[in-house]
């Protein structure tokens, strides 16, 4: 039986931007993915609340961002009410067992992966594909994770070509750096979120709708 090869991208997407864009169509190509998704987070335990623009506003930035491209955007983990990544992507699997994931990830999160929850069972269960950040590379390849996942390195070409995938598995993608970031954006227009107001978006993944903060979810 021939899977769905799947990348994931997590993050808070505060908002999305063109940098989110480019990485997940050069990930797609570089690993020979069918889709992506962006796995828009209800709440990133590792980032402070103030500044957070309601999940409605971040899922519709992302859905502008993904339009004419293979991106699916999901608020999912909304719905199996996890809190961290690992939660997250073991409900994923179980939901959709004929998928094959790769969880993607910027080497500025490499750097700080050790301080997630069962960041090393995160890693014995999803392939990992770690793609550059300018200004993180260094941070990155000295973090305690990289100790641990650099025993487990797969070159690029057996990994897009390697068949069945299997974990733990790390691979790095290099290219051009892209200097946009969600930061930026929110310096530059505080009142970004404004612009994405409205009614409640579809999910792309599990199609409910995504309600809006203190509303129920409907179907």
């Known amino acids: 039986m021939v ?7 997590g993050g808070s ?4 931007h063109g940098g989110h864009r480019r990485i997940s169509l050069f990930a ?8 992506i998704w962006w796995l828009v987070s209800p709440g990133n335990p590792l980032k402070p609340k103030k500044g957070m623009a309601p999940l409605s506003a971040r899922f519709r930035s992302a859905v ?13 983990e909304r719905q199996f009410q ?34 997630w929850r069962d960041w090393r069972g995160i890693a014995e269960f999803m392939p990992i594909a770690v793609v550059a950040r ?11 994770a990289m100790a641990w996942l650099r025993h487990f390195r797969v070159p690029l070409a057996s990994f897009r070509h390697g068949g069945e995938w299997s974990a733990p598995a790390l691979v790095t993608l ?27 978006p579809r999910d792309q993944v599990t199609h409910r709708l995504i309600a809006s903060e203190g509303e129920a979810a409907t179907q």
């Open 3 to 9: 899977y769905s090869k799947i990348g994931l991208l």
């Open 28 to 35: 797609l190509e570089a690993l020979g993915l069918d889709e």
């Open 82 to 115: 996890t809190r961290f990544t690992v939660d997250t992507l073991r409900a994923l699997t179980r939901r959709y067992p004929k998928r094959e994931f790769v969880w993607l990830m910027g080497s500025d999160n490499l750097a700080q992966f050790h301080r």
């Open 64 to 76: 502008e961002q993904a339009k004419r491209a293979p991106i699916r955007v999901t608020a999912i």
């Open 174 to 200: 290099r290219f051009d750096p892209d200097p946009r970031s969600a930061t930026a954006i929110r310096r530059a227009n505080p009142d970004w979120a404004s612009r994405h107001a409205g009614k409640s």
């Open 134 to 144: 300018p200004g993180y590379d260094a941070a990155a390849v000295a973090s305690p």
């Open 13 to 16: 997407f505060n908002p999305a």
